[in-house]
Each structure stands twice: as C-alpha cells, then as structure tokens.
C-alpha cells in the first residue's frame, strides 16, 4: 500500500514559522523525486519544493530563499521548513512523489497565515 502522511500544518501569523513532515511508505523511496505542492481556493495547485534523490532541491519562484526541503532516506520523509510566511502562503499542502511511471499524493495538511 502506498502511503503519503503529511502532518505540522496550522495557523502561524505573518513572519512566523512552520514545518512540514511527509512520511512515505510503500515505495521505494530512492526512485522518486519527492515535493511539495500547494493549492489555495480557486487557484490552481502549484510547484512549492521538490527534491531529487540525491539531495538536487527545487523551489517555487514564490519561496526561493524562504523555503527549504530536504529528505531523510532511511526513514522515507520529506520535510519543508517554511520561514518568514506570507498571508499569500495560505493554501492546503501536499506531499508529492513522482517518477516516470507514477504520481503519488498525500491528502494534504492546511496552512493558514493570518494576523
């Protein structure tokens, strides 16, 4: 069975910060690139993070140098620091794992930035 858990959304005020757990099993996590994605209300979801196997990140125009991903191989997780967040950061979250042949999704953690 395929599984991705998101977990450490919330409600932060503007400038705070948070910190995202994805916990992935059943896959062999080496193969996928792993990332984030975000979907705010009528918006389309959107490219926050990913990161490759090997440590390669990737960032969204939007969080370049106030994100960070990174990923622990043996226990299969992929983390997103979130600082200095935006009202505009306010969206569900989702945990993504691709490769050539699948595209998996978590059920998604709320954020919520507001004062």
């Known amino acids: 069975q395929v599984q991705l858990v998101e977990s450490g959304g919330g409600l932060v005020h503007p400038g705070g910060s948070l910190r995202l757990s994805c916990a992935a099993s059943?896959?062999?996590?080496?193969?996928?690139?792993m990332g984030w994605y975000r979907q705010a209300p009528g918006k389309r979801r959107e490219l926050v993070a990913d990161i490759t196997s090997g440590g390669i990140p990737n960032y969204g125009d939007s969080v370049k140098g106030r994100f960070t991903i990174s990923t622990d191989n043996v226990k299969s997780t992929v983390d997103l620091q979130m600082n200095g967040l935006k009202p505009e950061d306010t969206a569900v979250y989702y945990c993504n794992a691709r490769n050539v042949a699948n595209i998996r999704w978590g059920q998604g953690t709320q954020v919520t930035v507001s004062s």
């Open positions: 059943g896959i062999i996590f080496s193969s996928y690139v």
